[in-house]
Every structure is written in C-alpha cells, then in structure tokens.
C-alpha cells in the first residue's frame, strides 16, 4: 500500500530529513515508525500525502506513484488516506461537529449521511457527547482525540498519524492505539509515528526506526 | 428461456460488485452516481452561497462599509449614464423643429417666387411652408438691424427671398437628401439645413459619452480592486481553514468557491445600493425637471435607469465582483499550501 523506494528529503534551510529510505507497507498492514525528535518522522508522513516533495527516490501509495501526480490529483491522494496531525490542526471558528465532518463536505456527502457518520466516528473515540462545543473548550487529550475522529470518518484506505498520544496519560494512550488496532483489523492500513517506545514495544506490531534520517531498523 | 436472456441482459450490472471488492475500502466506498454527483454539487453551491452571504451579513458594520464604496464607484457612472440618454432623448424631441430655409435665386421674379413656393406644398415630404418675399425680407431686415438707411441708399434690393420649410421627416440622414434634392432645382440658390447647432451638440454629447465612459471603466477598476482587496483580507484571515480544507482533501475549487460567492454577493449588493442611489436621485428630479419641460410647452419625460440600464449596472457589477474575487483567490490561494 505504501511503498518508498531509495526516498531522501533535504529541506532547503537545514540538512538531510531523510537518507535512503526504502521500505514498504502491505495492505491491511500496521506498523509503528519511532525514532528520536528530529529523526523524520513527521517528514515521512508529510511525503505520504504530498505535503512535501522528496528530493531523490519514489513513493507509491496504492497504485499511484506520487511523481506522477499532478496538482489537481493531490487532493484526490489525500481523500484516501487520513491523518491524525502531530499538532490536530482543528479549527476553532466551529463546534466539534463541524470539524469533524469538513472531510465528508469536502467529499460532497449528504447532510444526513454525513451527520450519521460523524456521530459513529465521534462514538468511536468517545467524545459524542461533546460533539456541539468548540474544540478550543476542551483537554488537549479530547482534541488529539477530534482530530482522530476526524481522519477516520470518510474510512480512509490509510491512516496515518504523527504523535496521536503525545498529549494523553498511559491509559488513555494504550485506548487510542487499540483504536488504530481495530481500525486496522477491517483492513486499514495504518502507520503512526511515535516515540512512546514502552507503548509501541508492548503492542507488539512492526516497528520502523528512524535515525538522523536513515532507517536503522525494521520489524 | 426468458430466464436466460433475463441472466445475460443482469449480466453487466452482476460484474461491478464482483469486481469491486478489492478496491472497496476507503472514499471511494462512498460511490456518488452521476445524479448524486450534480445533486452534491448544487447542494454545495447553495450552501456556499448562503453562508458566504450569512458571513457578510455577521459582519455588518465591514460589510456596510465596503458595500458603501462600491455604491459610490457605481453610482457616479450609472448617474452620468443616464443624464447622457435624458439629454440624448430632448435632442430628438428638439430634431423635430428642423426647418430647411430656402434662399431662391436673386433673379427670379416675385409671381415666380411665390408660384414657386405654392408648388412645394404640393410635395408630400414638407408639413408647411413660410413664404418671405424679397421685399417682406427688406423690411423685417431694416426693422431688426437698424441698418435701413444704409439700405435705403442701395438701388436694388440686395436680399433674397426666402422659402422655410417644415419637413415631415426628423431623420437627419432623410433631412440631408431632402437638401440636396431642394439645392439642385434650379429657382434655389441655397438650401440651408438649420442643423449645425443640433450637430454640434450632437459632437458634445458624443465627447461627454466618451468622457463618461472613460469614468466608468476606470470607477469599475475601482470596484474590482476594493472588491479584490476584500477578498484577499478574507483569505488571510481564513488562513487555517484553507489550510486544512486542502489537508483533509479540498480541490482547489472547492476551496476558491466561498470567496467567489462572496465576491458576487459584494458585486450585487453594491449594485442594489447604486441603483436605490440612482432611482431615488431621478425621482426627487423628476418635479422640477416637470415644471421646466410645461414652460417649454415640451413633452419630455425624464426617465431613470429602466429596465435595460438596471439589467447592465447589475449584471456588471456582479461580473466585476465575481473577477475581483477570482483574481485574488487566484494570486493568494496557491501560496497558502500545508506545510
Ligand atoms: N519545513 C522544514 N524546513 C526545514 N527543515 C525542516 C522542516 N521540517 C522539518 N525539518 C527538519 O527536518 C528534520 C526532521 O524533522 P521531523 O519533523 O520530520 O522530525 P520528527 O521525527 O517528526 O521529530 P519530532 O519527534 O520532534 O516530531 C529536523 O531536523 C527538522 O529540523
Ligand atoms: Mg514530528
């Protein structure tokens, strides 16, 4: 599903984000990309949706080689894949709600259909009873927590997520990566970022690791 | 039999679902027909419009504002615009009083002069005829110029006489043969069209036209660049939506239509302003304009933007902000890309 072949990334102020990565994620696979801050890990994900281009080497999710696509396929890329971001990006000028269910106006979905989809997504990460506050009004926890609902409300093929728990206790931590588990057994494919390496250990799943920008480990 | 033939015609339709489970999963699990499709894009325009419209009435005071100045910009032009065809409207009223003056020749006796000049009513093309004979021209010229005993002192009448003819046609292009047709028969020495000043005018009106026009288009730039500034603070101050619209999966489409409709929301709403402006301007007109026509004895009415005037200042100003927007979603948008 998502394959990088001889990948590098060098940001035009700064050095290498990444040096030479190959590795590829089958369908309906899970796996955990870990390594310490600064190792590339949000770059990689960023390189996933094109929210950046690499510098050498090709990436292929699903049948689609990323250099091959042309501006006005981006947003279709994207579409099909969802992304927890590192730092959730809600917006604050509207309720839960609305912010959750942006992708499926985005995708042209019926009001109705789209509100039966928020609220199951909601339900999901147990935040339905917050769906008409604004986000700026809760815990950075319940927001990382929005921001997931949000990527996984149109099903996406993908997921993705950077730092997903980075702002939850240990317990609500081990809630949300059973979460991903489970979205993972209907057959999506997830990669989540993360440094919570006694979480990630525990979970058993493969494990990426990144350092100064190379992949020095995997499985 | 019929069983079979009913399999095959299934046929078609059986092998998308078999063929689909492999790519299943995801958005595109969310198949939209064709008439889903166009119904999703109508629903998105109309709610694109109306919370485009919902925003600018949130924020009166700004919106007030901005709709204020584009009042004014259109305002001034449609005004003028309008003055240009009331003047033009008289002028054709006062075409209607264009005389033709006959000057006959010199050598023609009085009996032919008048005979002359009773065979012109016969001519279907001219409404009356004022005949003045060589020697009524004398004493209206003595009488009115105080020059009579310089007169006097001449032997001969040096004057001509005179035929003025009312001509049925108001067509200046008729009026123009009609003079030369008059000017080739051989009792007339001259035949003079009282037009020149008409002309003249018409040359002015021509001048203040284009002036006019000049005005309008650079007051319509004007328009475009308060609606296109508009657009751009919006943009930036919607900034993270953008932002997030494109992460989540927007088309750039998608992401210029809030600003477009707001664009031509500012367009119309400057135009109703302008138009209420311009309406109410010629009413409170139109009394004085009145009384000023009865002492003329005229039947001219003043006459405010109409039906065709309306349609131009509306549709314009729309364009106009429908361009605006577009050029500034167009230079600020794809600068604004996630990072
Ligand atoms: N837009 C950018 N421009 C220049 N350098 C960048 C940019 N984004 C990231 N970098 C650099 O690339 C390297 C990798 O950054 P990245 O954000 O991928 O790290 P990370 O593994 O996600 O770290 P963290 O765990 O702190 O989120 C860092 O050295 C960073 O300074
Ligand atoms: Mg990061």
Redesign the interface.
């Given at each position: 599903m998502i394959q990088f072949e001889h990948v590098s990334k060098h940001y035009d102020e700064g050095y290498d984000a990444l040096k030479d990565v190959s590795f590829t994620l089958n369908t309906g696979e899970l796996a955990f990309l870990t390594g310490h801050s600064g190792a590339g890990k949000s770059t990689l994900l960023k390189l996933v949706?094109l929210?950046e281009q690499p510098t050498a080497g090709h990436i292929q999710v699903g049948d689609q080689l990323l250099s091959h696509l042309t501006?006005?396929d981006i947003?279709?890329?994207?579409?099909?894949i969802g992304?927890v971001?590192q730092n959730h990006?809600?917006?604050f000028?509207r309720s839960v709600f609305d912010n959750v269910s942006?992708?499926l106006?985005?995708?042209?979905?019926?009001?109705v259909d789209a509100a039966r989809r928020v609220r199951a997504a909601l339900d999901k990460v147990g935040l339905l009873n917050r769906e008409k506050m604004n986000p700026r009004a809760l815990s950075s926890g319940e927001q990382q927590r929005v921001g997931i609902a949000?990527a996984i409300v149109?099903?996406?093929?993908?997921l993705l997520a950077d730092e997903p728990t980075g702002n939850l206790d240990p317990e609500l931590s081990e809630e949300i990566m059973r979460l991903f588990e489970q979205f993972n057994r209907v057959?999506?494919t997830v990669l989540i970022a993360s440094h919570d390496l006694s979480l990630i250990r525990s979970m058993r799943h493969r494990m990426l690791t990144l350092k100064s920008g190379r992949l020095i480990a995997d499985g | 039999m019929d069983k079979k033939r009913g399999a095959e015609r299934v046929q078609p339709t059986r092998e998308a679902p078999v063929a689909q489970p492999s790519a299943k999963?995801?958005?595109?699990?969310?198949k939209?027909d064709l008439k889903g499709?166009s119904?999703?894009?109508l629903?998105?325009h109309s709610e694109v419009g109306k919370s485009a419209l919902a925003k600018l009435l949130g924020t009166p005071v700004a919106t007030v504002m901005t709709v204020a100045v584009l009042a004014i910009a259109l305002t001034l032009p449609g005004f003028l615009f309008t003055v240009l065809s009331n003047v033009q409207n008289l002028t054709q009223g006062w075409e209607g009083e264009t005389r033709l003056s006959l000057y006959l020749e010199t050598s023609l006796s009085d009996e032919d002069a008048d005979r002359f000049s009773r065979s012109l009513l016969m001519r279907d093309d001219i409404a009356a005829i004022d005949y003045i004979s060589r020697s009524q021209g004398m004493l209206e010229f003595k009488k009115y110029s105080g020059f009579g005993d310089v007169l006097d002192a001449m032997s001969d009448n040096p004057l001509p006489a005179v035929v003025m003819l009312l001509p049925k046609s108001k067509n200046v292009a008729d009026l123009g043969l009609m003079r030369a047709g008059l000017q080739a028969l051989p009792e007339v020495n001259e035949a003079v069209l009282d037009l020149e000043w008409l002309q003249r005018l018409d040359a002015m009106l021509a001048v203040a036209k284009r002036a006019v026009f000049v005005l309008g288009v650079l007051l319509g730039l004007a328009v475009l660049l308060v609606i296109g500034n508009t657009i751009k603070m919006e943009i930036e101050s919607r900034r993270?939506?953008i932002?997030?619209?494109?992460?989540?999966?927007?088309?750039?489409a998608?992401v210029r239509r809030p600003f477009l409709y707001t664009g031509v929301w500012y367009g119309l709403l400057g135009a109703l302003s302008a138009w209420v402006i311009v309406q109410v301007a010629w009413l409170m007109l139109e009394t004085p304009a009145q009384e000023l026509a009865q002492l003329y004895r005229s039947q001219f009415q003043l006459s405010g933007l109409g039906f065709f005037g309306s349609f131009l200042l509306l549709f314009t100003s729309v364009l106009l902000g429908w361009i605006g927007a577009w050029t500034a979603v167009r230079r600020h948008l794809r600068e604004i890309?996630?990072?």
């Open positions: 949706m929210m501006r006005n947003p279709y890329l994207r579409r099909s992304v971001f990006q809600l917006l000028d942006l992708p106006q985005i995708c042209g979905y019926s009001p949000r149109h099903k996406p093929k993908v057959g999506t | 999963r995801g958005a595109e699990h969310h939209v499709h119904e999703s894009w629903r998105n993270d939506e932002v997030i619209s494109k992460l989540v999966g927007a088309t750039d998608w890309e996630p990072r």
